[in-house]
């Protein structure tokens, strides 16, 4: 019996046990993200011929030779590793950058001799430089205007490589962002980026004065200029060099041509020098004991948050409670009492502080920092004392990483393993002491590794070149005798990627599983050399591998750091002890928790009492931009006007039903598209128009961007209705991305109409790469072309659509046919298609350019972006007019509870509110804080023209949003008009999957789209089209 | 206690009694439990205040015109009218919502307890391990993982496999490709449909009575099926009934997994269920007394299928 019951429960242990792994595996599979899996798999796989490939190359290194397997005819070539891997490679290297222009000349780095050029002796010019006899304690300087240029005439003694060193002023200007510069040498950019060089500016605090909320949290204090005279080198801006630039002079005479891009300056002295290689530590301070320095008594303890000035506004003052020993400390409150983490972390930020010295003597340097943000990664610091980096171990003082706040004496650890703090000699008196970002140590590694990246994505270009992008896995493609140069390619890239890797573990302790990718795609690359034939079934993990390596390049240049104290002590001083212990932990826990059930974080600094004039602002989108908000009311909007305004952070799905209920907001802030209208036919919201000022306001717009918030049209009776519902506020649309260097490979040029973009189609095509023109189906495209056409979407007074007539079938057929008899992808992931090259021309909303620039550094320079293709009409005009949605907008709320007096005074209050909050000042400055709040990636898409303008865009970037924008027709909505976009893409599904006649389903379609149209209308009174009523 | 009046005692003898003696008789015994009614308060006002009323208050409505911000206008059966001989997005979404009901309901169902009953003589720990494996599909709303599966890219999970294998030329448009749509929502939602009933199941099956099952082994029950049909179902009544309630109204009221994976509206409204369909109506279109008028329906189809399943179910159930 027993035994029976062993074996039945044994047989349902099975089963469970099946059905379970059924589960468990189709769990696990699915939450992990697939590339995952695959990279496991790819790992092992590649783990498993590591052996292999090991013995392989030991025999190569024997006898210079390696036995490369002829795939299918089994016969054998001897070919010359050594060869391919010196073999240069045309496109394979990128050519132009600073890496390359600095190996070639490095040789000539040496100590040189000084030139200094006085400013005002430029041998020519354009307008826009101006001398000015005396200029903030500084004489003879001369003022450089935006675009000014001038060249100077230079007798350069000796040949080699020399930094340039500008003493500038940087004048307040209202565009905030760092100044663009270029240096050309006898004409010419000696390499790519010394044309986009910059300059920083000098932010500082508004007030030293801490300002409070009503509740108690202290607010971020408001970020000015402070200019002054700097003196600086140039460095390469993508951060990947500790060193200023270099420039070749030969001896002889030559032509220095400095050029501001954007901005106004004024520069005090140039300085052309190499100084040598810094003092080391040891001669530093055998040196300083040799004139008879002694070690301090005294102790500075020094807030980090309290810093004289800075390079960036967006590395600003942090509050942290989540540490007890932070100071000053607050459990529950916002208090500002450290500075940096994720916004100091980008090279070359600096914040500078100023120190009273009281003793003269060697003081010993040393940090509370937290730098939990990076895994496994050091973060570097460059010391300045009086903006000098005393000696070379200064250039890279190390912050490990660690859970939490950590404590570290800034030294080197010796030889024998003992830890040597740095002393560092201060004389009685004023100093200011100086922090900057660099990325330190991985410079090297960092830049290698952006090459890699496009060497890699290339391979992968050539590659699928050949095979496409689903390879036929049962095929041999003979990569090797297909793609040019492919195993001398792939030799040369496996090795930079072991060698990196050998760098990145020399430098970084702990560097553990992040840079484990760099191993995963050396082994790959090389069984990819011992086994082609196994390449175009492993091409996708190949490309994820890349990917993954992409993002490892990200991280290893994102620095970000968290400071607390900065402390100098002399040596007897006692250092107070900074760890926090598990008592105060513990301690400091309870009370956040405890604290947590009575102050109120959700607040978006105070509230007003009720009397008072005040008005309530919805705002539906994120903490950050209701802070900003906040600021700026408090700031600005209530000390011009006197009206309070009560700041909420609410989605705003829950408006309409806050209406309703009487509750709603005076003001609703970053309303989508369609709501307005939707509530405001329903008369939910007040009808713009009937201000005054509406025509003037509405100026700051395109003239397209209020179309989607009106509603002009007649009711049943045919009394003219005509009302506006909403402001814009922002305005994002799309434009052509495309890649410049797979342009040039393939020889063709940037569409500028459809014809033309049909005419390179095949030759993108044919190399097996695609393009994208939108990554989610929407009406866009549609109404683009039909506008194109010369026809508008919706009938003027917006009874019905337009679609019945040719134009529109013309630009449906022709929409649908880009799907289906040229087979582009309906969906897709534009970033990494384009990052890798396989989808060299995207058609994207012009907000990613900053995405794109961000994400994808080894690509800068190689793309660009355009406007959208256009029609040439019968007139031979080019058409590129582009049917966007991209707007989002702000409205006022009709409250029906309140009596006629109040309800018109909060109405006009209101207005006044979108009024300020909609010019171009308040916009620029709303965006820049969005921006220095979250970074470059989150720019701010206004839709204020003036505002647009004073955001960070360089003047290129600009110039080519501009000239899309002036194109740019946004969509009517329409009483109904929900059902339009579903219909089209209902009607589009059908043609792209089944085939079926473009025409045949938007007639059908169109007659649904119309039905829903009038009975909508019907139902507000609004006058329908007399077949409507058959 | 309180007295029992002499007219009580002679209604009391009474064999039909008029409404309002009846009411009186209530009252009376209400009076007699007044603790009772106190202990169940705290429930009924929030079962009235928050399933009664607005069940009610749908009722009503569904006989008005309703965009939310202006005031309800009474339109009679109008809405029930279009509902039935206008809306074919009505009938696509009823005929959906039944082919999803009738697969995944039963199936379920059986998948449940099936489930239950395989891990029922487990340890109690790898028990309790497998009761969060089965049930934290349901719990975490991990079905999102299956839109990457079915991801209309070349680059999709099912795609680039079936690509790799040759079976298929180009990516196939799983989700908004109106012939597969149905089929993948049913799919996905089968499989995270281990719900409640699974829970009540489990829980049902450990209070049997071993002796029972003992009795049954010397009666002569020769395996685990005939203890199943003779000895466990006809103990589990009431669990039995509470997962079908529990399974099959759930069916009814799909609807966010497809506006997930397919969205709301889908292509063609080929995975459009009535709810999804209440929702067009309610947010998008700003037509609540519509969308109640749906939701009527909805409720009245629930109530049905409850009392066939009641049926349905009469021979296990003891009570």
Redesign the interface.
């Given at each position: 019996m027993s035994n029976g019951k062993m074996t039945?429960?044994a047989f349902?242990?099975i089963?469970?046990l099946l059905?379970?792994s059924v589960?468990?595996s189709?769990?696990s599979v699915?939450?992990l993200a697939?590339d995952d899996v695959e990279a496991i798999a790819e790992t092992t796989e590649a783990v498993g011929t590591e052996a292999t490939s090991e013995s392989e190359d030991s025999g190569a290194k024997k006898n210079n030779a390696v036995v490369v397997g002829g795939s299918d005819k089994n016969q054998t070539e001897s070919v010359d590793v050594e060869a391919l891997k010196n073999l240069y490679i045309e496109g394979f290297e990128r050519k132009g950058e600073y890496a390359d222009y600095f190996l070639e000349n490095i040789k000539y780095d040496k100590k040189l001799p000084e030139i200094v050029i006085d400013p005002a002796s430029y041998t020519s010019t354009t307008a826009g430089v101006e001398l000015l006899g005396e200029f903030e304690g500084k004489k003879n300087v001369l003022k450089v205007n935006k675009n000014g240029e001038f060249v100077y005439t230079v007798n350069v003694p000796e040949t080699g490589m020399y930094n340039v060193e500008l003493t500038y002023y940087a004048l307040a200007d209202r565009i905030t962002r760092d100044l663009e510069f270029a240096i050309l040498i006898d004409g010419k950019a000696p390499f790519s980026s010394s044309e986009s060089l910059t300059l920083k500016r000098n932010w500082g605090d508004e007030s030293d004065i801490p300002s409070y909320d009503p509740v108690g949290n202290e607010l971020l204090p408001t970020q000015v200029l402070t200019p002054k005279w700097m003196t600086t080198d140039f460095y390469e801006p993508n951060g990947n060099y500790n060193e200023p630039l270099m420039y070749l002079l030969k001896a002889g005479e030559h032509q220095i041509t400095l050029k501001s891009v954007s901005g106004t300056l004024v520069l005090a002295q140039i300085r052309v020098h190499n100084d040598g290689d810094l003092v080391s530590y040891d001669d530093y301070k055998s040196k300083l004991d040799a004139k008879g320095a002694k070690d301090s008594t005294k102790f500075l303890e020094l807030e980090a948050e309290d810093y004289t000035d800075k390079t960036d506004s967006i590395i600003q003052k942090a509050y942290d409670r989540s540490d007890p020993k932070v100071t000053p400390y607050s459990v529950s409150k916002t208090a500002l009492n450290t500075i940096g983490g994720t916004n100091w972390n980008t090279s070359l930020g600096r914040i500078n502080y100023t120190i009273n010295v009281e003793e003269s003597g060697y003081y010993e340097l040393s940090f509370r920092y937290r730098q939990s943000f990076m895994r496994g990664t050091t973060i570097y610091r460059r010391l300045y004392v009086d903006n000098v980096v005393p000696f070379a171990e200064a250039d890279t003082i190390e912050f490990e990483y660690g859970n939490g706040y950590q404590y570290t004496v800034a030294g080197r650890e010796k030889e024998d393993g003992t830890y040597e703090p740095y002393k560092i000699y201060l004389e009685k008196g004023k100093h200011t002491i100086s922090l900057e970002a660099v990325i330190g140590k991985m410079a090297k590694a960092s830049r290698d590794v952006e090459q890699a990246v496009y060497k890699l994505n290339f391979i992968y270009r050539k590659i699928i070149m050949i095979t496409g992008?689903?390879p036929?896995?049962?095929r041999d493609y003979e990569l090797f005798e297909n793609v040019a140069n492919l195993q001398a390619m792939l030799l040369q890239i496996s090795d930079t990627l072991k060698e990196i890797k050998a760098e990145v573990d020399e430098v970084s302790t702990n560097a553990g599983g992040e840079s484990e990718i760099l191993n995963t795609l050396a082994l790959q690359v090389d069984s990819f050399i011992e086994k082609p034939y196994t390449i175009p079934?492993r091409l996708?993990t190949f490309k994820d591998n890349i990917s993954s390596l992409g993002t490892w390049m990200i991280n290893i240049r994102d620095i970000p750091l968290q400071l607390d104290k900065i402390v100098f002590a002399g040596a007897d001083a006692k250092v107070p002890n900074y760890k926090s212990n598990f008592f105060e932990k513990t301690l400091h826990e309870v009370r956040a928790f405890v604290s947590s059930f009575i102050d109120d974080y959700t607040a978006i600094g105070g509230t007003s009492a009720k009397d008072e004039r005040v008005i309530t602002a919805w705002v539906g989108t994120g903490r950050d931009q209701a802070i900003a908000l906040k600021t700026l009311v408090d700031n600005y909007f209530t000390p011009q006007t006197g009206i309070k305004v009560n700041v909420s952070l609410v989605p705003l799905a829950v408006l309409?039903?806050a209406?309703?209920a009487g509750r709603g907001p005076e003001v609703a802030l970053h309303v989508s598209r369609t709501e307005p209208l939707?509530?405001g036919f329903?008369?939910?919201l007040v009808n713009l128009k009937q201000f005054d000022d509406y025509d003037e306001v509405i100026k700051r717009f395109t003239d397209y961007a209020t179309v989607p918030y009106t509603l002009e049209t007649t009711d049943v009776n045919g009394n003219k209705v005509n009302k506006a519902f909403a402001l814009p506020e922002t305005q994002n649309f799309t434009m052509m991305f495309y890649r410049t260097d797979v342009f040039d490979e393939l020889d063709i040029k940037v569409p500028n109409t459809w014809d033309e973009f049909d005419q390179i189609l095949p030759v993108i095509q044919e190399n097996n790469m695609t393009v994208g023109i939108e990554s989610g189906?929407s009406t866009n495209t549609f109404f683009t072309f039909m506008m194109q056409n010369g026809g508008e979407v919706y009938a003027a007074d917006g009874s019905g659509t337009m679609f019945e007539e040719q134009y529109a079938v013309d630009a449906f057929t022709k929409w649908t046919d880009y799907y289906t008899l040229y087979?582009f992808?309906?969906?897709?992931?534009w970033y990494t298609r384009f990052r890798s090259g396989e989808m060299p021309l995207v058609f994207e909303a012009y907000s990613h350019i900053t995405y794109l620039a961000e994400s994808a550094p080894e690509l800068s320079g190689l793309w660009s972006v355009a406007p959208i293709p256009g029609t040439i009409d019968s007139t031979g005009k080019l058409n590129r007019t582009e049917g966007s949605s991209g707007l989002s907008g702000c409205s006022i709320v009709v409250n029906k509870k309140i009596d006629e007096k109040t309800r018109k005074q909060k109405e006009a209050d209101s207005w006044e509110f979108l009024k300020w909050w909609t010019s171009s000042d308040i916009m620029a400055e709303y965006g820049n804080r969005i921006e220095m709040a979250i970074g470059p990636v989150a720019r701010y898409t206004t839709a204020n023209l003036e505002a647009f303008e004073l955001l960070n865009w360089t003047s290129d970037e600009a110039a080519a949003i501009k000239k899309q924008r002036e194109w740019v027709k946004e969509i009517p909505e329409l009483v109904g008009g929900?059902y339009v976009s579903?219909s089209i893409?209902?009607a589009f599904?059908?043609v792209?999957?089944n085939y079926t006649n473009p025409r045949e389903m938007l007639f059908y379609y169109n007659d649904q789209i119309n039905a829903e149209i009038w009975r909508k209308r019907m139902?507000y009174d609004l006058s329908v089209p007399e077949e409507a009523n058959n | 206690m309180a007295k029992v009046s002499s007219r009580e005692v002679e209604l009391l003898k009474k064999s039909r009694l008029t409404f309002g003696e009846k009411a009186h008789l209530t009252w009376r015994r209400m009076k007699e439990n007044k603790i009772n009614y106190l202990l169940i308060l705290p429930f009924l006002i929030f079962f009235v205040l928050f399933t009664i009323l607005p069940v009610g208050a749908s009722m009503v409505l569904s006989f008005t015109r309703y965009d939310i911000l202006n005031s309800p206008e009474f339109v009679g059966w109008d809405n029930y009218l279009r509902m039935f001989l206008e809306d074919e997005v009505f009938i696509i979404s009823l005929k959906n919502t039944f082919q999803f009901a009738i697969i995944t309901g039963p199936v379920s169902y059986l998948l449940c307890f099936v489930f239950a009953w395989f891990i029922n003589d487990l340890p109690p720990i790898a028990r309790a391990t497998f009761t969060v494996v089965f049930y934290a599909p349901t719990l975490a709303n991990i079905y999102f993982i299956w839109q990457y599966i079915f991801s209309g890219d070349m680059y999709g999970l099912l795609n680039s496999f079936l690509l790799q294998f040759g079976l298929i030329n180009e990516p196939v448009q799983w989700l908004t490709n109106t012939a597969y749509m149905l089929d993948i929502v049913i799919f996905v939602q089968l499989w995270c449909s281990l719900g409640t009933g699974f829970l009540a199941f489990v829980a049902g099956l450990q209070n049997l009575d071993p002796s029972l099952a003992e009795a049954g082994a010397i009666d002569g029950i020769k395996n685990r099926f005939q203890e199943l049909i003779y000895i466990i179902l006809p103990q589990m009544g009431g669990s039995l009934m509470f997962g079908a309630v529990m399974q099959i109204s759930s069916a009814f009221s799909v609807g966010g997994i497809s506006a997930a994976l397919v969205g709301n509206p889908s292509v063609d409204y080929a995975a459009h269920t009535l709810v999804l369909h209440i929702s067009d109506f309610g947010h998008t279109r700003f037509e609540l007394g519509y969308a109640s008028a749906i939701s009527v329906v909805l409720f009245v189809i629930m109530l049905a299928i409850k009392g066939v399943i009641n049926k349905l179910l009469k021979p296990f159930s003891h009570d």
């Open positions: 039945k429960l349902r242990m089963l469970v059905a379970v589960f468990v189709s769990l699915f939450v697939a992008t689903a036929d896995t049962y079934s996708s309409s039903k209406i309703v939707n509530l329903r008369n939910a189906i087979d992808p309906l969906s897709y992931s929900y579903r893409i209902n599904r059908n792209t999957n139902e | -």
